[in-house]
């Protein structure tokens, strides 16, 4: 039993215990919504990298597990452009071949077209069902498993597998990195580790590519630039690209394509040169590079 001068007290202090008991509750409801917080965000995290169902980045990709598979290998790459929601249609127009194998790398800005938006903006996981398709990969596809010696190297190796890479589009932000050598990412970092000279990765045995014509064993990269009008007339854009289609030009003993823009309103609203070349002239051109294309039976006339 508690004596009269106790109970006095709690009585006489009843305003403070109360105070203290509605903090306390308050504390607990806090730290368990803290909880949930940080559980959603970790959930969130983890979606973004590793539970998103893709094609198998395959971060143990071997080039020359491919070597004979008796397919063309095209590296298909898109950078931050809205000419980005043009890759699935790309993409459609090239499943209908059956030796052809596809892998294709998204910047960070490029995914973010494809979130699944739109009805001309896929998921991810819908692009991946698309025929010939054998892979997507993101940035963190680079660093999925802690490298230690006798690893592979995402970005060599999948240089190695190339047979031909095309960037569309190719963004602005993309173009400067590829005129100055930056290489941050894993478009950038493929496109800087490109064996320039044909000497290293030399032309696969039986594939015929029609760059070979030019060069007997220097692969191409085609780039699609893409961006707004007041992009596209900005001085240093003009530098970019003459390092790209002169200096370093397929036509002159150099390595990239470029597929020039094209004049029209833009998505933005401007009007003007920027936009990326019609998608399907970049098919063709993609088709041209590989002479030895065969359909499917069957396949539909695009
Ligand atoms: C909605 C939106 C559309 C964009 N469109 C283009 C574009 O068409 N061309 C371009 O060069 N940059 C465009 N940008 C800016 C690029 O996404 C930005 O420069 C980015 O850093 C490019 O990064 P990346 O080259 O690594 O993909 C756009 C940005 C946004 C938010």
Not at 190 to 204: K, Q
Request: net charge neutral.
């Amino acid at each position: 039993m508690l004596s009269s001068s106790t109970l006095g007290y709690l009585w006489e202090n009843v305003f403070l215990f109360s105070y203290i008991a509605v903090i306390a509750v308050g504390l607990v409801f806090y730290n368990a919504h803290l909880a949930y917080d940080l559980h959603r965000l970790e959930a969130l995290g983890k979606a973004d990298t590793t539970t998103t169902k893709r094609p198998s980045p395959s971060p143990a990709l071997k080039a020359s597990d491919h070597v004979n598979d008796g397919k063309y290998h095209l590296l298909l790459a898109a950078t931050g452009s809205v000419a980005t929601i043009k890759i699935p249609n790309i993409l459609s127009a090239l499943a209908k071949y059956e030796n052809l194998s596809i892998r294709l790398l998204l910047s960070n800005s490029a995914a973010e077209f494809l979130r699944g938006q739109a009805d001309e903006q896929p998921t991810l996981e819908q692009i991946a069902k698309i025929k010939n398709l054998d892979a997507i990969y993101r940035n963190a596809d680079e660093w999925q498993k802690p490298w230690v010696r006798g690893d592979s190297i995402l970005h060599i190796e999948l240089r190695r597998w190339a047979d031909m890479m095309v960037i569309a589009p190719l963004s602005a932000n993309s173009l400067a990195k590829l005129a100055l050598g930056m290489s941050h990412d894993l478009v950038s970092s493929v496109a800087r580790a490109w064996d320039t000279t044909g000497l290293i990765d030399g032309l696969r045995e039986g594939v015929r590519l029609a760059s070979a014509g030019r060069d007997s064993a220097r692969k191409v990269i085609m780039v699609a630039p893409a961006m707004n009008t007041a992009m596209w007339n900005h001085p240093v854009t003009k530098r970019h690209l003459d390092l790209l289609s002169n200096d370093w030009g397929a036509d002159s003993r150099g390595w990239f394509e470029v597929l020039q823009p094209i004049d029209k309103g833009l998505a933005c609203g401007d009007t003007g040169g920027g936009a990326m070349k019609e998608w399907k002239e970049i098919v063709a051109a993609i088709e041209t590079g590989f002479p030895d294309l065969r359909e499917r039976e069957g396949a539909k006339k695009t």
